[in-house]
T-cell receptor, first 117, second 114 residues
Framework: EAQVTQNPRYLITVTGKKLTVTCSQN?????MSWYRQDPGLGLRQIYY???????DKGDVPEGYKVSRKEKRNFPLILESPSPNQTSLYFC????????????????FGEGSRLTVL | GNSVTQMEGPVTLSEEAFLTINCTYT??????LFWYVQYPGEGLQLLLK?????DKGSNKGFEATYRKETTSFHLEKGSVQVSDSAVYFC?????????????FGQGTRLTINP
């Protein structure tokens, strides 16, 4: 089954304790991205990756890191989490991240709800 | 820059009612337009899309028409069901910038009562 898998789905942690949210897709997609969803703010992009070893900042990258060593994986790293990073996080992938008609069709994971105390 | 504005929710309707969720956009280029749906406890999934003016996207009884003259992409369904309860997001992708610059509206929560 084609899917984007995130882990963990739920996590409660404390300020400053490094954590990683994993994301893996089995569709051989080039493009992957991380979003956070907060009430009243919709979805905001954190980082994205056009392909292996190619990553770039989205709209709210502060406090996050990513890596893209393999095509299928795109982990989100919080080196020193803070309470303002409490949010619902989504990983997404797409067959094409480049320009052109119709790009923007994303496949989302089920989300990871993170609480930082 | 590009932006998407959705009607504020939440929206509550009775089963079999007619649904409209308004979406308007601002874009500097030639956007593709999308509606995504998020069912409780799940990630977003693409509901429908339109890539040029006057295109109509449709899926699962939902429709939306790309109106360049009014910069709108309103979502409609003739007869909603309880299973349509979800959060709906309008989104815009500028073909010159691609998926990495996909812009979402704030989402509209829809609740359908039996």
């Amino acid at each position: 089954e084609a899917q984007v898998t995130q882990n963990p789905r739920y996590l409660i942690t404390v300020t400053g304790k490094k954590l990683t949210v994993t994301c893996s897709q089995n569709m051989n997609h080039e493009y992957m991205s991380w979003y956070r969803q907060d009430p009243g703010l919709g979805l905001r992009q954190i980082y994205y990756s056009m392909n292996v070893e190619v990553t770039d900042k989205g709209d709210v990258p502060e406090g996050y890191k990513v890596s893209r060593k393999e095509k299928r994986n795109f982990p989100l790293i919080l080196e020193s989490p803070s309470p303002n990073q409490t949010s619902l996080y989504f990983c997404a992938s797409s067959p094409r991240g480049g320009t052109g008609v119709g790009t923007g069709e994303l496949f989302f994971g089920e989300g990871s709800r993170l609480t930082v105390l | 820059g590009n932006s998407v504005t959705q009607m504020e929710g939440p929206v509550t309707l009775s089963e079999e009612a007619f649904l409209t969720i308004n979406c308007t956009y601002t874009a500097t280029g030639y956007p593709s337009l999308f509606w995504y749906v998020q069912y409780p406890g799940e990630g977003l999934q693409l509901l429908l899309k339109a890539t040029k003016a006057d295109d109509k996207g449709s899926n699962k009884g939902f429709e939306a028409t790309y109106r360049k003259e009014t910069t709108s992409f309103h979502l409609e369904k003739g007869s909603v069901q309880v299973s349509d309860s979800a959060v709906y997001f309008c989104a815009l992708s500028d073909r010159g910038q691609g998926a990495q610059k996909l812009v979402f509206g704030q989402g509209t929560r829809l609740t359908i009562n039996p």
